[in-house]
């Protein structure tokens, strides 16, 4: 069982205090809202805290779950928006794919509530039978051999965001980071591959034998907007180059878990739109639910 037990008000205490440290909006009664409508998801999950290196970007949280939980039904239940959220429906599609097997992952803003639904998919998945799902627009299906010629054929989560209409697939690569990769991936959303000092970070920080990969697509118009590389709990104290914003993150975001996960991802898109994502876990001993998964982590041995 977790070392540390979730307590909401604790926990908007500990917002207040990472919001204002970021220079992040945050809502004390939207927080509360969002606290009761997944109370158990909070109490029995895993917690985390995200944010970027955006001036004056959002704060976000996100619980993990253990067990199958319709969170998009709860949802709807409380309101937050319809039952026919064309977004809402593709992750509910996604999540049907392996019965008894998927499980939802919810992120919030810290001002604004719900914005985002992940699914885990419990296991590697074939990436065509993630684009063969119902809803799937027909030109992200259309990816499936671009995908399959840069190595991308196995999805481990999947993710819809509500605020921006997007569509996440997150592949398990099948080797460590290399130079022609990156080249290759800046293709699909028409950016730059990396600059020599952050592929250096990303080379230093990312799994060796494979790291996860994020590909962004608008629902609406199938276009990628933007891919990203992941890399899941970096080795104790160290960090790659970030600005003062994420330092201060990772400095005041309490972290209330035996075994702390500071992660971070690297985000490319168009001009001008490259930025940095940094996590940090928060309670329900994060990093033991992400070797359950077999999550691809840069330190993957133990404290």
Not at 12 to 29: F, G
Not at 66 to 94: C, K, M, Q, Y
Not at 188 to 200: F, G, I, K, M, R
Request: with cysteine; net charge negative.
């Amino acid at each position: 069982m977790p070392v540390y037990s979730f307590m909401p008000d604790q926990f908007l205490r500990d917002l207040e205090l990472t919001a204002d440290a970021i220079d992040a909006a945050y809502s004390p009664a939207v927080t509360r809202r969002m606290l009761e409508v997944y109370e158990q998801s909070f109490r029995d999950g895993a917690v985390l805290w995200r944010a970027t290196d955006k001036p004056g970007g959002a704060l976000n949280y996100r619980f993990y779950e253990r067990r199958p939980v319709d969170t998009v039904g709860l949802a709807v239940a409380a309101g937050l928006f319809g039952a026919d959220n064309e977004a809402a429906r593709l992750i509910s599609s996604w999540s049907a794919l392996y019965p008894g097997e998927s499980t939802q992952l919810c992120d919030f803003d810290a001002a604004r509530g719900l914005v985002k639904t992940w699914v885990y998919l419990g296991g590697m998945r074939p990436l065509d039978d993630i684009l063969a799902a119902e809803g799937v627009p027909a030109r992200i299906r259309g990816y499936e051999p671009v995908f399959r010629d840069l190595g991308l054929e196995q999805v481990r989560h999947v993710a819809v965001d509500y605020q921006h209409r997007t569509a996440n697939l997150y592949f398990r690569t099948p080797h460590g980071i290399t130079r022609a990769d990156t080249e290759g991936f800046a293709t699909l959303a028409e950016s730059s591959p990396p600059d020599v000092d952050t592929y250096t970070d990303i080379e230093r920080f990312t799994a060796p034998d494979g790291f996860t990969f994020s590909v962004t697509m608008s629902i609406d118009t199938g276009s990628i907007e933007r891919v990203g590389y992941y890399a899941l709990k970096l080795p104790a104290g160290q960090f790659p180059a970030m600005g003062p914003r994420l330092t201060t993150f990772f400095q005041t975001a309490p972290s209330r878990d035996e075994e702390e996960m500071n992660a971070v991802a690297w985000s490319f898109g168009g001009p001008g739109r490259n930025y940095l994502k940094a996590e940090r876990s928060y309670c329900g001993e994060l990093v033991a639910l992400m070797r359950q998964w077999n999550s691809p982590m840069t330190d993957a041995g133990g404290h």
